[in-house]
């Protein structure tokens, strides 16, 4: 699998650096969406395709529920893209890439009514000093795949529009917690082997961020 992101990336590139010279058009946009602010650099390699390279950033703050615990949670997305955009009619078109990505959510845990409950056990606040992570997705380079209306190396001032998704894979969670004075040396133990099985269900509730939807709106400035 790594090796057929790494081919298809290198391929990517290739078709790019060749197109730059040849290219009968290119352009540059500006655009917000799901995946925060960005900006794209595209040129065109045939009359109906094109190549775009790109950037973009944000973040979002949120909440997130597994079984036992609340979770403040903020989203913060980092996504270069790698695209080929084909026009087969007129400005509608499909596209087809690699989003090479930084994405990730921090969360924090809550006590609920002053208290943690963990596989099971309750703890109170003053038994848990901390908890906190990270969640990020399984592929740090994810293949993506939409249609779009618009092309960024299109002559004069246009406007352009993405709708996909990025394929992230499987989400990791990485929990860690510092007891509080209260929990003995068996309690503190307890709970920090009861947080190793909390991961996996924090997990769980963010199974759907595995598939990452993309709409995104924008300006473009063709020459």
Aim: glycine share 14%; hydrophobic share 40%; charged share 15%.
């Amino acid at each position: 699998m790594r090796l057929g992101k790494s081919v298809l990336a290198a391929a990517l590139s290739a078709a790019a650096l060749g197109g730059v010279t040849s290219a009968q058009a290119a352009g540059v946009g500006a655009r917000i969406g799901t995946t925060g602010l960005g900006a794209d650099f595209g040129w065109e390699l045939a009359p109906t395709l094109g190549g775009r390279i790109g950037y973009s950033a944000g973040s979002y703050s949120t909440h997130v529920d597994s079984s036992d615990v609340r979770y403040d949670a903020k989203l913060k997305l980092g996504n270069a893209n790698l695209f080929l955009d084909w026009s087969p009619l007129g400005p509608f078109r499909i596209t087809a890439g690699i989003v090479p990505n930084n994405n990730k959510i921090d969360v924090t845990g809550e006590p609920t009514n002053g208290t943690y409950t963990f596989n099971g056990t309750t703890y109170t606040a003053s038994q848990i000093g901390s908890l906190n992570g990270t969640v990020k997705p399984g592929n740090s380079a994810a293949p993506y795949l939409g249609v779009g209306y618009g092309n960024v190396w299109t002559k004069g001032l246009n406007f352009y529009f993405d709708l996909g998704v990025m394929f992230q894979g499987s989400p990791k969670a990485t929990l860690n917690l510092t007891c509080g004075a209260a929990a003995t040396p068996a309690q503190c133990a307890q709970a920090q082997n009861d947080v190793a099985a909390e991961q996996t269900r924090l997990e769980d509730s963010l199974k759907k961020f595995k598939y990452f939807p993309v709409a995104n709106i924008g300006i473009t400035i063709g020459f």
